[in-house]
């Protein structure tokens, strides 16, 4: 189990990119909720289903701790590749971007905190998530890789030039490398990294 020395960059990372969701929500202009964000989803949506990288951690630390059957960050994405569907997904974040009601920010902060106030002073531990127990060490970078990549797909929705913090960047490059060479897809994304191939890989 990894001590709380060990824990509190992977907490800095998390917040810096819950920050960083904080700061695009800030940018959006009362004209651009309604906009095509992702696929299926409005601004509003891609925003409400970011946010859930903000509730899922405090609702699961809520939770008595579990036995752990997750070994580790990428083996989160090995295991829940194929068992959300994109439809529950979908709706997921529909139902999430109403629950932000008429003052988003004011909406995402209070997640933001409620997560902060969670973690503040923890020691790592278990967390029971739908697809079994893992570490909370392990379990937060899958939350900041959440952050990092919607945070790119809202900057790129609403015309945002706001980058990533470095670190939550090298976070999310970790986990995606990891997640890749899990899921059997590590030599095809260092070809693409290097320029020798072309995408797409997907780790979730």
Excluded: C
């Excluded at 629950?99 to 969670?118: K, S, T, Y």
């Amino acid at each position: 189990m990894v001590d709380d020395r060990n824990l509190r960059p992977v907490v800095d990372d998390y917040l810096a990119g819950a920050a960083h969701l904080l700061a695009l929500i800030d940018e959006i202009t009362d004209e651009q909720w309604e906009a095509p964000g992702l696929g299926e989803w409005t601004v509003r949506s891609l925003v409400g289903h970011t946010t859930r990288s903000l509730t899922t951690v405090a609702d699961y630390l809520d939770q008595p701790e579990p036995e752990v059957d997750i070994d580790r960050v990428g083996s989160y994405y090995a295991k829940i590749q194929g068992l959300a569907s994109a439809p529950e997904v979908t709706a997921r974040g529909v139902a999430a971007g109403v629950e932000l009601g008429d003052d988003p920010l004011a909406e995402a902060a209070a997640r933001r905190d409620r997560a902060a106030a969670a973690l503040d002073g923890i020691a790592d531990r278990p967390v029971a998530t739908p697809w079994g127990g893992i570490l909370l060490s392990d379990y937060l970078p899958t939350r900041t890789f959440e952050l990092a990549v919607h945070g790119l797909d809202i900057a790129r929705a609403i015309g945002s030039s706001s980058p990533l913090p470095s670190a939550v960047l090298a976070s999310a490059l970790s986990t995606a490398a990891e997640a890749a060479r899990i899921t059997g897809q590590g030599e095809r994304a260092l070809l693409v990294l290097t320029g020798r191939e072309n995408g797409p890989i997907s780790v979730v």
